[in-house]
């Protein structure tokens, strides 16, 4: 075979341009962000298992103070899939994922454990009876049905800050003209999207199109990154299986490509302005684990009662779990064997997510990952040494902040440098922290610095 | 993606660079350029625990950040050898007590500690550095360690061979024609390792060289001479090793091609025109005071926003 003299002077250039700090804008959609070791062998290779029905479930009604009003009461018999409290506002439908008794309505931690929701907790009686599904009538393809459809069957962005699906689909003005699904899983260790997208590819395209058809979008792609070889083999032959014209495109690896903002220029080139959300410039996006749910609500009615959730790190047997909404957190991580020494449990990916901070909390529907042996697999970083200006955590900020110059703005609490800094574009992606060779908690600070001001 | 991964292991592998430049220097003009080099390093060890004495904080973590080795080194290397003692002293008290120490500790100062060190003495007693024995002359190396003992503590009878005035190693102006200086290799090898390594920016010296070759050939010197004058004294050791400090040098791309080109610039002006033969840490000096107006000029456009003003 011959050898084309670009490729191989490619990588000679790419080492160059590292050291020379040149970023490469050509090949790569956005600047910046980090290789990480991604941990996923830990989980993907066994099929997504089906967690036994627990004995108790405490159903969260809602988080960051936005709860449906239960219509149920303690003594009461639920079936599984029956509506137990109702959205009201912006806040979303909630339902039983199995069927018993309800028992108490009380404040209980949902993980990671720095939130006390109401729950409601429904004694299972082992039936695992459904009541009445109503799927959407076919030929309904309003976008205010679908989206008050979806408010009632519970969906809410299963990717990351469980942002109710159906007030997405609302949006703006601009009418939307590409569905833009994230299938990125960039964060290393988590593994639920990619066995969702090898074993059900289908359903999850059977979603993606009632999306499609009822936005009325020209375009829908699929932004999967390519350490995930066999998801996007799987999803392009269910594209070729069912003919539609739904792209699925391989990103490259590299973190944090499942970011909202950096998804959507990767796949459509388009910038969302600051402080805007996708619809301004005519996108709407979801995770693929989002459109599935969509697809099940839509189709066969089923409301969002269950998720597919990583347990990996330091057991005998990590993977994937079918998971209803409200299982102990203890009890999941008990199906996949921890190892007796395996200390620390971390709920969500290692860049983003948070230690568990309370062990009784309950799985809810944003829940994606538990790290467990979180103490040695993510230690805690050493001391932070003052900054060196090394420059290196602004190669790494995927937004173009200069993190060395935020820092040192937070520590003085300068708001007006902060503000012309646009510490208000920071995605806290933690990659600059990741870099540091002061450990300085870079990202941390920004979120406080951040929230502080958001009091204000 | 990093393989240096600790701001102490930067430090040191800054240290373990210098290695090759400093082993040739020494192979080159003898004993006495490892005495200058173990005295500033043992001085900046001292200046480094009096600093932790004085402003309280813990002795393990000041010496823990090892920025006192490279400072140490830079110093020795870039001082005459045979400098008097004492100003081998002032320079390091300046550049780690007063210039790091004094702005707050590592990462505070605005100025390359060893080259603010230096200039202070350059500037301040030039007639008592500069009567020493010039490190160009191959007469050095045949000065052994007790002979040397003696001149830098100006004790015995002073040296007197045919010294020709000249300077510190950074600068270059001297009558002897040109000699290669081996370290010039050394220096280029362990830079060129820092670089692969990603503990410095290979833009700075690549355009600190280039700038200064070019200024001296709009300066009116031929190419020839432009392009020998960059293996003269230290410019390699500058252009690798001091220019690249991450502290005092910008933290954008094009601000560290301003940077570079800013000083290569001021090395070539100053050596062509300057009185001082010490270009090399004014020039470095002069641009590291740019330094925060540069980043400030400089920042990137953020995502999503429009492209900054400023
Ligand atoms: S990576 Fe850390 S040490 Fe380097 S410039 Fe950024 S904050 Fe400073
Ligand atoms: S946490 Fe914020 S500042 Fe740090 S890399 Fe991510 S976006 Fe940039």
Known sequence: MQLNAEQSVRPVLSWLKQRVSVRDTQIESWRGGVHLPDQKHLSNRRHIRHAPLPRMLCVPLGWNGREAQPVVVPGQRVLKGQAIASGVGTAVWVHAPTSGIVKRIMPVPVAPGTQMPTCIVIESDGEDEWGMLEPLAREETSIDTLSAFLMQKGLVGLGGAGFPTGLKLKGGDRTIDTLVVNGAECEPFITCDDRLMRERALSVLQGVQVLANTLQVDRVRIGIEDNKPTAIRRMQEACAQIHSNIEVVEIPTRYPAGSLRHLVKALTGRTIPEGALPAAIGVTALNVATAFAVGQAVLEGRPLISRIVTVTGLCERPGNFEVPIGMGVRQLIGLALPQPDARGVHVGGPMMGESLAHRMSVVAKTTSCLIVGARSLLPPRPEPTPCIRCSRCADACPVGLQPMELFRASSNDNRPLLATLKINSCIECGACSYVCPSNIPLRDTFRQQKRAQAKR | ?310
Request: charged share 10%; aromatic share 8%.
């Open chain 2, 1 to 310: 993606m990093y393989v240096i991964k600790s701001t102490p292991a930067l430090m040191l592998a800054v240290a373990i660079a210098l290695m090759p430049g400093m082993v040739l220097h020494g192979l080159q003009f003898g004993p006495a350029v490892w005495l200058q080099v173990g005295i500033c390093l043992v001085a900046a060890l001292l200046a480094e625990l009096a600093a932790a004495f004085y402003r309280q904080v813990g002795l393990v973590k000041t010496l823990a950040d090892c920025s006192w080795v490279p400072t140490g080194l830079l110093l020795g290397l870039s001082l005459a050898p045979l400098t008097p003692i004492y100003l081998d002293l002032l320079a390091t008290i300046v550049a780690i007590n007063l210039i790091k120490h004094g702005a707050g500790g590592m990462g505070q100062n605005r100025i390359n500690p060893a080259m603010g060190g230096l200039m202070v003495v350059a500037l301040a007693f030039p007639t008592l550095l500069y009567p020493a024995p010039s490190a160009h002359a191959p007469w050095l190396a045949q000065v052994d360690l007790a002979q040397a003992w003696q001149a830098i503590l100006r004790i015995g009878p002073r040296l007197h061979f045919d010294a020709m005035a000249s300077a510190t190693p950074l600068a270059n102006h001297y009558q002897g024609g040109f000699s290669v200086h081996w370290s010039v290799f050394g220096y280029l090898l362990g830079g060129l390792a820092l670089a692969a390594l990603r503990v410095i920016r290979l833009e700075i010296p690549l355009m600190l060289l280039a700038s200064c070759a070019l200024t001296c050939v709009a300066l009116g010197e031929s190419w020839a001479d432009s392009l020998t004058e960059l293996l003269y004294g230290g410019l390699m050791l500058a252009a690798f090793f001091i220019a690249t400090d991450p502290v005092t040098s910008p933290v954008t791309f094009k601000g560290r091609l301003v940077y570079a080109a800013l000083i290569g610039a001021l090395i070539g002006t100053v050596r062509r025109f300057g009185l001082y033969p010490d270009g090399i840490c004014i020039a470095v000096v002069l641009c590291n005071l740019l330094v925060v107006d540069i980043d400030r000029r400089m920042r990137p456009a953020v995502f999503g926003n429009p492209p900054a003003g400023r």
